[in-house]
């Protein structure tokens, strides 16, 4: 098995730098087709009227969840070098929170910003600034809530640890999850068209 | 001197597709979701790590305030962490990168689907300085937030929640929550 | 719709499967396969033969597994001083060429053996440790021999001792090395007569 790739040493540095570009363009050009260059449409997520970002966001998910489990359980990758994110309770769900409310509020979130900017949204390009701002925001503040933010630390659990479920049943688990949101999401984006 | 003809007619081309074309319907989302699931999976195969944007955002941000002020951003942990790339150089970073391609990808798209508009997007009822104004709020509480959060949808959601990172999924059901609750409140500005 | 139907049945169906399958992680290691690296001797090199590369100027990464005080004493070469824990945790790339050694070879040959359980591609032990390579590199007792072998040999192994900051031993002519010895230093075996006629007989039909 030689994958990750770059784990086993299969290419260097600017070869890696090259590959960010070419996936870079790979996801930008799906999140523009998906429509995610527009903040009217990312917004409507919010109002129950165009699940796009639910349906878009959570296929993407099993996709890559399935792909790895796949892969790995075939000989093709070596998920131990393959870093789950570390955990930290609190600062996650506290960032979570103030995310969700700059994302309807900007109706952005920094890719799709991207995307929108280079497709010739203003609003993009102001969003942009103001993330900066808040970037630079945090930056300064860091200095007094930087060890908070690495509070409540917990490594790199999964939700299979947390779940005391293999990490077969909980791919399962999610995508049922997942099946049932879409499953939902038409019937109700259906019942506000016919409205 | 050749290269002129060539540049002419690229920018012909480009205010064609800019001008002329009208807009193509959007990709099923469920087509678009599993080309994004398949990019994060070669990041993954390729790589060993998946997608993220605020990281890079991070790293211009650090690159300006180091040009700016650098004795300040050095004595700064948390500049200092974007600026101890190999070359001291923040923007030499895979994050950066990326989002250069994430760039060319979302023009490219937008050229050939006839979506390139200067324009401002908003419903018909909030002029476009309130439009701007949320937009620039919501994007300090956005950049506040994702630093908090170690990442923002693309790096927390879609990479943690591939990996089944507890952290992740937490983040991504409270970007959701927060959103849903606060709706309300902007509702003018979408519909 | 049909398309988002066959979607969600290909998704079910590999999610089902996962679910039995349970856990993805390749925990068979490959027996076998290690076996036969061992059995083939190619999971160690000799001091000899790391000592020619080394003067040669390849670039070979040395890891030195013994204590830090061991290794302040004396090591070979420019190798780096590792524990056991930092290098199963990222201490080498995967498909880099690496050379373990400890003292007598027991703890390199079980770092090599957890390596290769991970993986690794290119690691090896060196055959002896660090004790052989002072007695086979270092320190080694040569004994005078004055056939024309012999003599290269021993200005060789004089040669790569003293460049790896070692004393030879030399022992005088007296102890004269024993008969089959001395046999094993000839030059190489003449290329037998037959295949010359027969190179004859074909350029003489050929007139």
Same mark, same amino acid.
């Given at each position: ?29 799906? =999140? ?9 449409? *990312? ?7 165009? *699940? ?15 792909? *790895? ?27 979570? =929170? ?73 791919? =399962? ?14 019937? *109700? ?7 | ?191 | ?64 597994? %013994? ?87 021993? %200005? ?52």
């Amino acid at each position: 098995m030689n994958a990750p790739f770059y784990q086993f040493g299969l290419f260097g540095n600017e070869t890696a730098l090259l590959f960010a570009v070419v996936i870079g363009i790979g996801f930008g050009f799906f =999140l523009e087709q998906a429509g995610f260059g527009s903040s009217v449409k *990312l917004a409507q997520q919010f109002y129950f009227r165009d *699940l796009t970002v639910f349906k878009v966001m959570f296929t993407a998910i099993i996709t890559a969840m399935l792909g *790895l489990f796949w892969f790995s359980w075939f000989g093709l990758i070596d998920l131990s070098l393959v870093g789950v994110l570390p955990t930290f309770l609190i600062p996650q769900l506290v960032g979570g =929170l103030v995310f969700g409310v700059g994302f309807v509020m900007g109706g952005y979130c920094p890719g799709t910003c991207c995307v929108a900017s280079v497709t010739g949204k203003m609003d993009g390009w102001i969003h942009l600034l103001g993330m900066f701002a808040g970037i630079l925001l945090f930056g300064e503040l860091f200095p007094l809530i930087g060890d908070w933010c690495s509070s409540t630390s917990m490594g790199e659990i999964t939700l299979s640890q947390v779940l005391h479920l293999s990490h077969g049943t909980t791919v =399962l688990l999610i995508v049922l999850v997942a099946l049932a949101g879409f499953w939902g999401a038409e019937n *109700l984006e259906k019942r506000l068209r016919t409205e | 001197m050749r290269y002129y003809s060539l540049v002419r007619s690229v920018t012909q081309l480009l205010t064609y597709l800019y001008t002329m074309s009208a807009p193509k319907p959007y990709m099923n989302p469920y087509l678009a979701g599993i080309g994004i699931g398949l990019v994060l999976l070669a990041a993954f195969v390729i790589m060993g790590r998946g997608l993220g944007a605020s990281g890079a955002l991070s790293s211009f941000l650090t690159f300006g305030v180091n040009s700016v002020a650098p004795s300040h951003a050095q004595s700064n942990t948390f500049y200092k962490e974007y600026l101890s790339t190999p070359s001291g150089n923040p923007l030499n970073d895979w994050l950066v990168f990326e989002i250069l391609g994430v760039l060319i990808g979302g023009l490219i798209s937008g050229l050939i689907s006839g979506r390139v508009r200067r324009t401002v997007d908003k419903s018909a009822r909030v002029t476009i300085t309130t439009r701007m104004v949320y937009a620039f709020s919501g994007g300090i509480l956005m950049g506040f937030g994702s630093k908090i959060a170690r990442g923002c949808t693309s790096g927390q959601a879609l990479t943690g929640g591939a990996l089944l990172s507890v952290g992740s999924w937490v983040f991504m059901i409270a970007v959701f929550a927060s959103a849903y609750c606060v709706a309300y409140f902007f509702k003018k500005q979408w519909t | 719709m049909t398309l988002n139907k066959l979607l969600v049945g290909i998704v079910l169906v590999l999610s089902l499967l996962a679910a039995s399958i349970g856990t993805p992680q390749q925990s068979e290691v490959n027996v076998p396969e290690i076996a036969a690296l061992i059995e083939s001797e190619q999971d160690h090199i000799t001091p000899l033969e790391l000592a020619e590369q080394l003067y040669a100027g390849k670039k070979i990464r040395l890891i030195d597994l %013994r204590d830090s005080s061991l290794h302040a004493l004396n090591t070979i070469a420019d190798a780096e001083n590792m524990t056991l824990q930092e290098l199963l945790n990222g201490g080498i790339k995967r498909n880099e060429v690496v050379v373990l050694y400890s003292e007598g070879g027991i703890h390199a040959s079980q770092a090599w053996m957890l390596l290769k359980m991970k993986y690794y591609d290119s690691v090896y032990t060196l055959l002896g440790g660090f004790a052989g390579w002072k007695e086979e590199i270092l320190y080694p007792t040569l004994k005078i021999d004055s056939t024309y072998g012999g003599i290269n040999y021993i %200005r060789r192994r004089k040669a790569l001792s003293y460049f790896f900051g070692g004393e030879p031993n030399i022992l005088s002519a007296e102890t004269a090395l024993p008969k089959t010895a001395r046999q094993k230093q000839q030059p190489p075996n003449p290329i037998p007569l037959i295949k010359f006629q027969k190179e004859e007989e074909k350029l003489r039909d050929q007139c």
